[in-house]
């Protein structure tokens, strides 16, 4: 394949490669200059085919498919640094050499459409090979289920903001530049929204607000977590996902096994455009676990056409969450606008430095009074 310059498709899966014989493929195709689709799912990859992977991926100029699905890629290994860990304890965890080398080769490529990486145990290296695969030009269509690696446990949060909608949790190391940078559309968001639009803010789990006025100083140290909440509507002129389109996208949902998949593939196509509140409706009910739906309402909280939203989200609260869950969803995006009108006898949270929250306790109050069997 080193010299072919006539194969355009080669499909070498269920071969039993080893992870050096891997290594030997990728390597070979470095000059290969006619290549546009590789599947090289389950063969045994491990660490040495992933780095060869990545190399291959940082040079190569036409590679557009690419499916390395079930390969046993190692993503993390023990980090060295880190002391022995205490029994009870849960040992540190840095990417691998596997994990750096796909991550910089996707950094480099602009050429690649569909990465296909499923069923591999890259763990909490998923993070950095998705935010490479967000960030490149080509915008490629990726499969990251199953890899051993839950983004709604433990706090987890990106650090990749999808401008056109960027409502959800969010992590950035603030001593990395790279995360820095990231986070600069999220502080002018917050100046425009005086910081209501910033919620449940901590640098290393002690809390801050987010000031109403004036900018943030940011630390140059410390984990930075919060939850965003895009407060701008659905411009009118944007046209909403069609009936056909949105069928399409709710048939590949029902496809994919991981929570994770779903909501990805969810927020991908709302980047691309927004739902009705129908097609919105139809979506979070069509889902099964609470947290696949609590992330479903989230990511689409900003993308509901403006004249849908307000019903649309009070008919999901009532139809798809318990009671009991809806405290979950008003600490994420704030008391006001989850605020479950059917069902108002229950627990709040308010924040009340949060102008929104305390507007949201005056109506509460109101009710109160109004009514004298709710207290």
């Known amino acids: 394949v080193r010299l072919n310059t006539t194969l355009q498709n080669l499909d070498l899966s269920f071969n039993h490669f080893t992870p050096e014989g891997s290594a030997c493929i990728f390597t070979s195709l470095v000059g290969n200059q006619t290549l546009h689709t590789l599947s090289m799912e389950w063969n045994r990859m491990g660490e040495v085919g992933g780095v060869a992977m990545g190399n291959l991926l940082g040079v190569n100029a036409t590679l557009t498919r690419l499916d390395v699905s079930n390969c046993a890629i190692q993503g993390c290994v023990p980090s060295p640094s880190s002391s022995p860990p205490k029994k009870g304890s849960k040992p540190v965890w ?21 990465l296909k990486l499923e069923w591999n145990p890259l763990s909490s290296g998923v993070p950095l090979i998705r935010d490479a695969l967000l960030d490149m030009p080509s915008s490629p269509l990726f499969s990251l289920e199953n890899c051993s690696y839950d983004p709604f446990g433990d706090g987890e949060g990106r650090n990749h903001v999808e401008e056109a909608n960027p409502t959800g949790h969010y992590r950035f190391d603030l001593s990395q530049e790279a995360h820095r940078k990231r986070l600069k559309p999220l502080l002018e968001l917050g100046m425009k929204g005086r910081g209501e639009n910033w919620r449940n803010e901590s640098v290393d789990n002690v809390r801050f607000t987010f000031p109403q006025e004036g900018p943030w100083e940011v630390p140059s140290q410390g984990m930075l977590e919060f939850d965003f909440v895009h407060l701008d509507e659905v411009d009118e002129r944007e046209a909403t996902m069609s009936d056909d389109d949105h069928a399409a996208l709710l048939k590949q949902i029902a496809k994919v096994m991981s929570s994770s998949g779903k909501v990805l593939l969810l927020r991908q196509a709302l980047t691309m455009q927004p739902m009705t509140g129908d097609q919105a409706f139809s979506t979070v009910y069509g889902l099964q676990r609470d947290a696949e739906r609590e992330e479903a309402l989230v990511s689409l909280f900003a993308r509901i056409a403006r004249s849908d939203k307000k019903i649309t989200v009070q008919k999901i609260l009532l139809t798809c969450f318990t009671r009991g869950h809806v405290p979950k969803l008003q600490h994420r995006l704030g008391v006001s606008n989850v605020l479950d009108t059917s069902r108002m006898n229950g627990s709040y949270e308010f924040h009340l430095r949060k102008r929104s929250d305390w507007d949201a306790l005056q109506t509460l109050n109101k009710i109160i009074q109004d009514n004298p069997h709710c207290n």
């Open 94 to 114: 840095e990417p691998g050499p596997a994990t750096t080398a796909i991550a910089e080769g996707l950094s480099k490529n602009t050429k690649l459409k569909i």
